[in-house]
């Protein structure tokens, strides 16, 4: 049966085994919200369990970054959905990355079994193929269960670097009953390595319609602030946007830059230490706002009260922000550096080159010359109907019958599976 031929709401509610490290707690609210959510929207169609696994950490001082592993609970509830996070035996940094996808096997089958008695799991949905699709293809076989995968990360130049772990994520890629990319710019580093397959497929993340909304006393919106949400990487290009700051507010002297974010691995403090050190060597300082780390619903509060909202990534493989500030009624900036591409048109806002702190500050400026041009309904329209949570989840539980319908075992692991 064809994918489109299934019905977007099945006639009972399946059992979904959502299993992913990415997954937001107490300790690391920052790591894999965008899983969390779509874990949610697949809660209102299914009964969803997740599975988070969070690396072993023996007892040390409570100093160390590495000890926020041992604070965050095996079990809880989160927004109404059962977590478990059974605990794995890892290595510092990526020194045992090449076998992490084995160490998960030993570590958490036992935890599996366990959970498996208590929920009868019809489906394993991963998110990122290595290690969790790489184990999830594993545990579908030992279940005699479909796996899907959703791959959210760029594979090119990782899968270089790694050539055990390319050679586990294609074999893992190969069994599964759906291979699915959040965006065409990644599908197509995939399809580098895995070959055309019609079970390589886009799901875009969608937005949460009712979260982001635009402000509903448009005077209370503030037009000499722009806004950036996300992690404070360099990857993500914060550099270029202080830099195009520097220009901006030589002739918009009220204007100020909101920056909402933080980092949750201690390896890339220095680089939030450089970023504030920027600002202040640009003299931004009364024009630079570091709001750090806010909760999703006062993020949504900074989006809908600024102009505009800013993404200067060097890499980004989809841009969930930008779909979540044009729901909220702003327009957006961003780079062209992959899956922005599929969501940023003239219609919405501008793109630009990365690393060209210059022309990111003509966008910025233009577009805050032509606000009037992009109406809130007119942008917000744009966002959901091309990426509400409502499309996909129609679409992907399409994909989910469609792998239930499959007989059992027909896609088979090569060897060297994990």
């Not at 009037?372 to 966002?383: F, H």
Request: charged content about 25%; proline content about 7%.
């Amino acid at each position: 049966m064809s994918v489109e031929a299934h019905p977007a709401v099945t006639s009972r509610r399946r059992k979904v085994l959502v299993f992913s490290r990415n997954y937001p707690s107490d300790s690391m609210p920052l790591l894999g919200p965008w899983v969390e959510q779509w874990a949610r929207a697949t809660a209102r169609h299914a009964d969803v369990q997740v599975v988070a696994p969070v690396p072993y950490c023996p007892p040390v001082s409570s100093h160390l970054a590495i000890s926020r592993f041992r604070r965050i609970p095996k079990k809880e509830t989160i927004n109404g959905i059962p977590v478990t996070r059974p605990r794995f035996i890892s290595g510092p940094g990526y020194s045992l990355h090449s076998f992490e996808s084995r160490l998960w096997n030993l570590s958490l089958t036992p935890e599996l079994d366990r959970l498996r008695e208590e929920f009868r799991f019809e489906l394993i949905h991963a998110h990122f193929s290595y290690p969790d699709g790489a184990v999830a293809a594993a545990l579908g076989r030992r279940y005699g269960v479909p796996v899907i995968i959703t791959e959210h990360a760029r594979w090119r130049p990782w899968m270089d670097h790694y050539p055990t772990v390319r050679r586990i994520a294609v074999a893992a890629s190969s069994q599964a009953a759906y291979h699915t990319a959040v965006s065409h710019f990644v599908s197509g580093l995939i399809r580098e390595y895995t070959g055309d397959s019609p079970r390589l497929l886009v799901t875009h993340p969608g937005v949460d319609g009712s979260v982001f909304t635009p402000i509903a006393d448009d005077s209370q919106r503030n037009l000499d602030q722009i806004v950036y949400v996300g992690r404070l990487h360099l990857v993500k290009g914060v550099d270029m946007l202080l830099r195009a700051m520097s220009r901006l507010v030589r002739h918009r002297p009220a204007l100020r830059l909101l920056l909402v974010g933080a980092n949750f691995y201690a390896a890339t403090s220095r680089e939030v230490d450089y970023i504030h050190r920027l600002a202040d060597e640009l003299n931004l300082g009364s024009h630079v706002d570091f709001a750090g780390s806010l909760p999703r619903e006062a993020v949504a509060e900074a989006i809908r009260r600024s102009a505009l909202l800013v993404l200067p990534s060097r890499s980004e493989t989809f841009g969930s922000v930008l779909i979540e500030a044009l729901a909220s009624g702003i327009p957006v900036v961003a780079t062209r550096c992959g899956g922005p591409e599929e969501i940023v048109t003239d219609e919405v806002g501008r793109l630009v080159a990365t690393e060209d702190w210059e022309a990111l500050a003509v966008a910025i400026d233009n577009l805050l010359d032509s606000l009037d041009r992009y109406p809130a309904a007119v942008l917000r329209e744009y966002a959901l109907a091309r990426f509400s949570w409502e499309r996909l989840m129609a679409k992907m539980l399409s994909l989910y019958e469609d792998a239930l319908d499959r007989p059992t075992g027909e896609f088979r692991m090569s060897a060297g599976a994990p």
